[in-house]
Structures are given as structure tokens and as C-alpha cells.
């Protein structure tokens, strides 16, 4: 017990990280936009473990969920413009009544325009990042992070768009994730990433249902 307690004294850190990264999928399958300022406090802790750990693309992600968490965090408030437009005669019915559902960004369906542009912004961040992870930097694994670090900005941002299909690639990032952190020690992180990878289906589940609702209500 008193090596369990050393332990976690000497990473404290870490644990906290992996303790508000687990409230965060939860928030994020729950669709609660308190996601963001939760994702906002994990990033922060995350860009001192990675750089402690020398998983630099890593670290220069937290970084970008720095950015894309206030971003997403405006786009859920605000939410769709186009489903505004289009019910407006029904919002205001829901207004009167006090109901806010209606202005919330609904969940959505990748189409394959934006699948393409997307695996060409993939290919985009990875290259260039793996030639300078591969010789500007002493990571011990510069393929699979920039590989992590490139599906996880592609996957976020989806997130923030509300796009069903980010839950995939989640889970592709939390089992890779899951086999490097193993080899690099970080192990409350290899805890939070293969919890991240079973709640992952979960949010598949959960997101799925809302579609089912989305298509019930509006027959698209």
C-alpha cells in the first residue's frame, strides 16, 4: 500500500491528467458541452507529461486541443446555422416553450467529399511530420507518433463538428496509443487509453441513437 501511495505522490501529475481525460470522453459521449473546458484542463497536463516523456508530436497536440477545444466549445453553443435557417418557424415554438434543443449543433454524417479532403490533410500532417520527428527530434518512435498526433487532429476536429464518424478513428488512436505508452512506462496513461478505447464503442452506440432520433424527427 505505501508503494501504491509513493507511486501515484510521484506522479500525481499524470494520474490527474488520466482522472479528467476519463470525465472527458464521458462528457463526450453524453454530448455535454462542458466537455471543452474539461478537454482544455487535460490538454494542459498532458503538453508537461509528453514533454517529460519525449513524445514531442504528442505534446504539440494538447497544444492544438488547446485551440480546437474554445473553438469547438463556440461551435456547440452556437450550434447549426443551417438547421436555424430551416426550422425557424419551429425554434420559435421552442423558444416560447423554453426549449433550447433545436439550437444545438445535431450530430452529423461524414459525406465523402469532406472523407477525401480530410485523408489529404491526413497526408498532409503526417509526412512533414514524421521527417521532423524522424531527424530533428530524439523520438524513440517517430512513425506511430506522428501517426497518433495526425489521426488524433483529424479526429478532434470532426468532434467539434459533431461528426459520428470521429468515433473510429478514436478508436484506431487509443489502440495504438495503448501499445507505445505500454513500451514507454506511462502506465496510469495506458490505463486512460484503453479506457478511452472501450468507451469509444460506447460513444459509437450512444451517437448512433441520436442519428436514429435525428432521422426520426426531421426524416432525412
Sequence with gaps: MELVFAWITNNYIEVFGAVTGILYVFLEIRQTIWLWPVGIVTS?????????????????????????????????????????????????????????????????????????????????LYGPMWFILSHFTDSPVPVWDSFITSLSIIATWMLARKIYEHWYLWIIVNFVSSVL????????????????????????????????KKIMVTGT
Design 44 to 124: 494542459a497536463v498532458y503538453i508537461w507529461v509528453f514533454f517529460t516523456s519525449k513524445f514531442y508530436a504528442d505534446m504539440s497536440l494538447q497544444v492544438y486541443y488547446l485551440v480546437i477545444s474554445c473553438l469547438g466549445w463556440y461551435w456547440w453553443m452556437k450550434g447549426s446555422t443551417a438547421q436555424r435557417q430551416n426550422g425557424a418557424g419551429m425554434e420559435g415554438k421552442n423558444r416560447r416553450k423554453g426549449n433550447k434543443e433545436k439550437e444545438e449543433l445535431p450530430v452529423s454524417r461524414i459525406g465523402l467529399n469532406l472523407s477525401i479532403l480530410l485523408l489529404v490533410v491526413f497526408l498532409l
Design 181 to 212: 505508452f505500454i513500451v514507454k512506462g506511462l502506465y496510469p496513461t495506458v490505463i486512460l487509453y484503453i479506457i478511452y478505447g472501450i468507451m469509444s464503442f460506447a460513444g459509437l452506440r450512444a451517437w448512433h441513437r441520436s442519428l436514429n
